[in-house]
């Protein structure tokens, strides 16, 4: 160590070996520079560069190499053998090129190590070719242990520094190859040169053709300047290449900024950049997220195994948020060229919107859009379920729910008030239900209960109770007083399986409505034929219009003191094809209860019209109306548009309507009743005495008669209350200035007894019995009509 101190203080121009020591520097930096430079390109530019950059290097081993040579001075006559001058160069530059090539062996991990070594040999092989050429009047001497020892220094160091220089993208790295670069070629010259002592010798003669020391400093000085050249150019490129950079990331960012997906550009694990939108949706900031793992972004390792296995990939996993909260996202990794080097982008899609889309459509798929309730297909599935995990011992129960004149609330109060009947009723039974107990709306208003669990009937009964309390209770508007029939079947006393049971509880419901609504019956077995006996009435009911099984008879209306008829009022007939004749007083309801009312009232009002303005003598046509088709909103233009088609003029049109239906909603009915009389038709009030018989509905509807139910003028003769209650009504008539008509006039008493009461007109089987309009043509027709008038007179006054 002390020899090579020795040779560098006292064996050397010390302003020479700084000047050596500064070439030294500038080729070291100028051949990283060339050699990253060379690493970004691609084909043949890539060995252009490597070219240039083996030159730079090996030109820059040379220079250090001589200049520090000048600086030698063993104080003897020397000079330098050209050839071998020359050949130490091409040595340098060849091992030099060797040694980058191999350093830039793409996806080669040892690659830079061995390629930094075969460079520390060129120095080497450099050096000892140029002391070769160094020729002196005397004899050269090595010290071997130094000889091996600037190979073995000149090789480690050589070998570390092209990795340092080649790694990452910082200057610091740049600068550190640059430094043990020098390090390996200094080192190695002057360690190699206190290997060397001269013994002069006078008889040993330098060469002609030895190169002298003055023509080698022109030379060197040649060199040192191409590598100044070189350091320069390198520099330039280094400065354009960041700007370049520069310019790229600034783009790239702002490309990625415009993404609406969050991106992330990786190297490795570790985040090198990320877009705005990523940072958004991670809560975190730009730079905190720089220099970050990917684990503390997406800490599932199975989803990242996934993500970096290979590109293009979609992979599902979580986002973890600032607060730590989670967020599902789906990634899709590609490569990129990014700073000149090979790196991944990540995009990165919120899936939010998407789940929650997935989850309610989802929710909709089991669920009632309204209600919110389980709708159909998943109460059947959790039946299903229900019924697979019976134990023995235990029971099922399905309550079957169905609200009582839910439809007369649309008619009345409209659609949405059904709706907030409908929620209300959601609302207040899951309110009261056990855990395990589930509400499900089937479609309409039916709805329907879930009861797993339970050891008795008895419990079945407690809940049907608790319901129809629950909804009786009222509410904040009229329209939300709910009453609902409901029907129990279990399993597996009544059905093992879910249609079964579903069927069951159904036909008990039917039970339930038909015996009083509001109140709740379990099935028995003998309901299943009637129920479907009234289903059957039901379908048939629906399509006897179109089957032409429906048909309309008349009956006489008749002044009773004068004995004329003033007209008929006509009533409905259903001949089923099977069945034969059924009563009115059976489909009528069917009809009301399940809406075909509407479609069979429209029927009656527009035949009976039609035939009536067929007549030639213009009598009074009298038709019934439901409560059903009076809270129509439709019913009165469609009132109107019947009188148009069939040209009967409005004043021999009557409508009659019972107390009944006027009781559900005052003031709609008064409104409906005030528009069907502007249209100039006529309104009786039917089956006065039988219902909710009060003077101020008189007072208050514009009526223009009043009819006396049969039910009082059976029992004149016989009972004293119902004469009194005939005769109250007839005074209360007169009194208010509106005619009387009795109906069911059947016998020569009860004619006689409204003849003394001075009824106004009657109507019974005593004067016509009903029957299609053909038999009555004698009285329909004004050819006909006086004689026919004539003979019901007669009649009338032979019974008197």
């Known amino acids: 160590m002390f020899k090579v101190y020795d040779c560098i203080a006292y064996a050397h121009d010390l302003r020479l070996v700084g000047l050596a020591a500064l070439v030294c520097v500038l080729a070291s930096f100028a051949a990283i520079n060339l050699l990253r430079y060379a690493r970004k390109s691609s084909g043949q530019m890539r060995w252009l560069w490597l070219a240039v950059s083996a030159v ?171 590598i100044i050249g070189l350091a320069l150019a390198g520099v330039a490129l280094d400065i354009r290449d960041h700007r370049r950079s520069k310019l790229e990331v600034d783009r790239m960012r702002d490309l990625a900024n415009a993404s609406v997906e969050g991106l992330l550009v990786c190297d490795g694990e570790v985040v090198v ?169 089937l479609g309409g208003d039916e709805f329907a209960i879930l009861m797993p669990d339970i050891a008795n009937p008895a419990a079945a009964s407690r809940l049907a109770e608790i319901v129809l309390e629950t909804l009786r209770a009222p509410g904040d508007t009229p329209e939300t007083l709910i009453a609902t029939s409901i029907g129990i079947a279990l399993c597996p006393d009544d059905a093992t399986d879910r249609q079964s049971l579903l069927t069951h509880a159904d036909t008990a419901l039917y039970r339930a409505k038909t015996e009083g609504r509001n109140t709740y019956r379990f099935f028995e077995a003998k309901m299943g034929a009637e129920v479907r006996e009234r289903r059957m009435l039901e379908h048939d009911l629906r399509h006897a219009i179109a089957r032409d099984e429906l048909r309309l008879v008349y009956q006489p209306q008749q002044e009773i003191q004068s004995g004329k008829v003033i007209g008929f009022e006509a009533l409905l007939r259903w001949k089923h094809p099977t069945r034969g004749e059924i009563s009115p007083a059976v489909f009528i309801p069917i009809a009301e209860e399940t809406g075909a009312i509407l479609q069979i009232g429209d029927w009656v009002l527009r035949t009976a019209c039609r035939e009536a303005a067929s007549w030639a003598h213009p009598l009074k046509i009298a038709v019934n109306v439901s409560a059903v088709q009076l809270y129509n909103a439709k019913f009165v233009q469609e009132l109107h548009q019947i009188l148009l088609e069939t040209g009967l003029p409005p004043r021999r049109l009557e409508i009659e309507i019972t107390e009944t239906a006027l009781v559900r909603d005052f003031n709609r009915a008064l409104s409906m009743l005030r528009q069907i009389k502007a249209l100039g038709i006529c309104i009786a009030m039917d089956d006065f005495g039988t219902g909710y018989s009060s003077l101020s509905n008189l007072r208050a509807f514009p009526f223009d008669r009043i009819k006396i139910d049969g039910s009082f003028i059976k029992s004149v003769n016989s009972n004293g209350q119902a004469a009194t209650i005939v005769r109250a009504v007839l005074g209360l008539g007169r009194g208010l200035g509106l005619p009387v008509l009795a109906e069911g006039v059947e016998t020569d008493a009860e004619l006689q007894f409204l003849q003394d009461e001075l009824c106004d007109e009657v109507q019974g089987y005593l004067l016509g019995r009903p029957a299609a309009i053909g038999s009555f043509r004698n009285l329909t027709h004004a050819d006909a009509a006086s004689e026919a008038s004539d003979e019901l007179a007669r009649r009338s006054a032979l019974s008197a």
């Not at 063993?74 to 330098?80: A, E, M, R, V």
């Not at 798929?365 to 919110?372: I, P």
Request: charged share 15%.
């Open 273 to 441: 950049s990320v877009n705005t939108s990523f940072a958004a949706l991670s809560g975190l900031s730009t730079a905190h997220l720089v220099g970050m793992k990917l684990e503390r972004c997406f800490p599932d390792p199975v989803a990242r195994a996934r993500l970096l296995s290979g590109p293009n990939q979609t992979v599902e996993t979580d986002l973890r948020h600032l607060d730590g909260s989670m967020t599902p996202v789906e990634l899709i990794l590609r490569p990129i060229f990014f700073a000149g080097r090979p790196h991944h982008v990540v995009a990165v899609r919120d899936l939010k919107a998407r789940k929650d889309a997935e989850q309610h459509i989802y929710f909709l798929a089991h669920h009632d859009a309204l209600t919110s309730l389980p709708n159909r297909s998943h109460f059947n599935a959790r039946v299903d379920q229900e019924i697979a995990a019976l134990i023995p011992g235990k029971s099922l129960a399905v309550l079957c729910l169905d609200l009582d004149r839910f439809k007369e609330v649309n008619d009345l109060f409209g659609h949405g008030a059904g709706d907030k009947v409908l929620q209300a009723v959601a609302s207040r039974v899951t309110a009261v239900l056990g855990e395990r107990q589930m509400m499900s709306r």
């Open 56 to 226: 730079s290097t090996g030109f820059g081993i040379w220079a250090t190499h001589f200049v520090a040579m000048l600086a030698f001075t063993p104080g003897i006559p020397s000079g330098y053998n050209i050839v071998l001058t020359i050949l130490s160069l091409i040595a340098a530059i060849l091992l030099t090129g060797a040694g980058l090539a191999v350093s830039l062996i793409p996806n080669w991990r040892p690659g830079p190590w061995i390629g930094g070594a075969i460079v520390a040999g060129g120095i080497a092989a450099m050096h000892y070719t140029g002391m070769a050429a160094f020729e002196i009047a005397g004899i050269i001497l090595w010290d071997p242990v130094l000889v091996a020892a600037s190979i073995v220094l000149g090789a480690i160091i050589g070998a570390v520094a092209l990795p340092v220089g080649l790694h990452g993208n910082s200057e610091k790295w740049k600068i550190g190859g640059a430094v043990l670069l020098t390090l390996a070629i200094c080192s190695h010259h002057f360690t190699a040169m206190g290997a060397v002592s001269i013994i002069p010798d006078p008889t040993v003669e330098i060469s002609q053709l030895a190169l002298p020391a003055a023509w080698l400093a022109v030379g060197v000085a040649i060199a040192s300047f191409g």
